[in-house]
């Protein structure tokens, strides 16, 4: 999934960067003004939402403007560090997410996998819904993808390697699946063990307790 120049497969979403870009170049704001977009909160793992089907997106008659709301997921998995977010991750019952890098991102709504390879690949995963845990899954190396873009136009790409992965993961969030469920019983309880004793060593950081006490200061002064 490779930009370049000439790709109209890859749609850049209006994050903060772009939206500055764009309205420096139309002249309607001052070089250097601050263009903020709206992000979400992530639920919790024991939110129902990350274990539904997600309904496909209603192009005729939309929920909210399919491009604000991409922008927003651009906007909340860049905070995180993340390479994709997917709606149900944030709360939203819509089968739609986003995947990419920096400000290339692509927006996937009412996403297929119409072919996948033969080749499988072994590797890591995390996930935004489940701190701390990370999980070996096997996938296929590549995949044959359809979509909508936040337009309702319909495309086609042909992914590989980390790109095949994201999508693939995401794509499980659509349908309520969680990467735990892609694990045997042992791994997954490996697995959490170890998130557990990373989430107790960070606890004890020096770090986290000045976190805490920012927050604890943060809260006192407001309630005054």
Do not use: W
Not at 52 to 73: H, I, Q, R
Not at 168 to 182: A, K, P, S, W
């Amino acid at each position: 999934m490779q930009q370049t120049d000439n790709d109209d497969r890859v749609i850049r979403i209006n994050t903060t960067e772009q939206v500055k870009e764009q309205l420096n170049q139309s002249g309607h704001i001052q070089p250097g003004t601050i263009v903020e977009i709206p992000s979400f909160k992530l639920v919790t793992e024991d939110s129902p939402i990350l274990y539904e089907y997600m309904p496909l997106f209603d192009f005729s008659n939309p929920p909210v403007n399919p491009n604000s709301f991409a922008s927003s997921l651009v906007e909340t998995c860049k905070q995180h560090k993340a390479l994709g977010l997917s709606a149900n991750q944030c709360g939203f019952s819509y089968r739609v997410f986003v995947a990419g890098f920096e400000d290339n991102f692509v927006a996937f709504f009412n996403p297929i996998i119409k072919s996948k390879s033969e080749e499988n690949v072994h590797m890591a995963e995390g996930c935004l819904s489940f701190p701390l845990l990370t999980l070996h899954i096997t996938r296929p190396a590549s995949v044959n993808v359809g979509y909508q873009d936040f337009n309702g136009v319909y495309r086609d790409l042909e992914l590989h390697g980390l790109y095949a992965r994201v999508f693939q993961h995401e794509f499980d969030h659509m349908n309520g699946e969680v990467f735990l469920n892609r694990v045997k019983p042992l791994a997954r309880e490996m697995g959490l063990k170890r998130s557990r004793k990373l989430f107790k060593k960070l606890m004890k950081s020096p770090e986290y307790q000045k976190t805490v006490d920012l927050i604890t200061k943060k809260a006192y002064a407001n309630s005054k």
